[in-house]
């Protein structure tokens, strides 16, 4: 499965200089637009002196396991890697936060011991490599 078709992302333009500048040359991509899930954004080439960090991930929330695990393995299958928390980084190192509607549900439970619960159980499985557990995070609850 192609990352786009997993996670609606497409490439809208790729713009390229049109000549030599300091820390590049003709050619060399500027910018590029692209639309994920319906938010246009903008890439800037910023060179090796703005690498990217995990400071900045794109959150995906998700309806399910099942839907968790596509995308997950979306990222992860085309040249990712997992992180910590529920995140992995595509094979360009942008950050991804694959994150289940009944996480954040259970995590903010109006009762206090059931969110903590929940939160435990996260920490638990997110401080790991992986994505989260939809099923231990509602068995926590």
């Not at 259970?106 to 009762?111: F, H, L, N, T, V």
């Amino acid at each position: 499965m192609a990352l786009s078709a997993a996670c609606r992302c497409l490439l809208d333009a790729v713009h390229r200089a049109p000549g030599d500048y300091p820390m590049g040359q003709e050619g060399d991509v500027l910018t590029v637009e692209f639309t994920v899930m319906g938010i246009p954004c903008i890439g800037l080439n910023g060179g090796p002196i703005f690498p990217h960090s995990e400071a900045f991930s794109f959150q995906v929330a998700t309806d399910d396991q099942a839907e968790t695990d596509r995308l997950w393995d979306a990222i992860i299958g085309n040249g990712g890697q997992a992180s910590q928390c529920g995140r992995c980084k595509d094979r360009w190192g942008v950050s991804w936060q694959i994150t289940p509607r009944a996480l954040i549900a259970a995590i903010s439970d109006p009762d206090p011991a059931a969110a903590r619960r929940a939160f435990g159980a996260m920490m638990g499985m997110g401080m790991g490599m992986g994505k989260i557990d939809v099923a231990a995070i509602e068995a926590a609850r």
